[in-house]
């Protein structure tokens, strides 16, 4: 059984990587696109479409494992340090959950 403390910083580390998913998410998309243009380019567009899907369909698992992953860990966090784990997360609580890991 985890502390409220560690709960606390499970909790935020998880914010944070969520924030950093959505941040990479556009580039990534981006340089799918460059990608499935230069295969495009060097071969038939048909390639070129199949590669950009193919990266697409990747991408779109990882991303929803990814927050599938942070998700869990949010709740467990809220679980460890007793609060409901239908709590929403907003500025107020993650004020709470800050000085709760500072503690």
Known sequence: ???KK???QR???AH???TK???RFVPIVVG???IGVAV???TRWQFGLATVLVCGLLLQYAVERMNTILDASVANGLKDMGWDVETEITD???EKIRTVAER
């Open 1 to 3: 059984m985890a502390s």
């Open 6 to 8: 560690e709960g606390a």
């Open 11 to 13: 909790i935020l580390d």
């Open 16 to 18: 944070a990587s969520s």
């Open 21 to 23: 998913v959505k941040q």
């Open 32 to 34: 799918i696109a460059i």
């Open 40 to 42: 495009a380019a060097l």
């Open 92 to 94: 107020e609580t993650l």
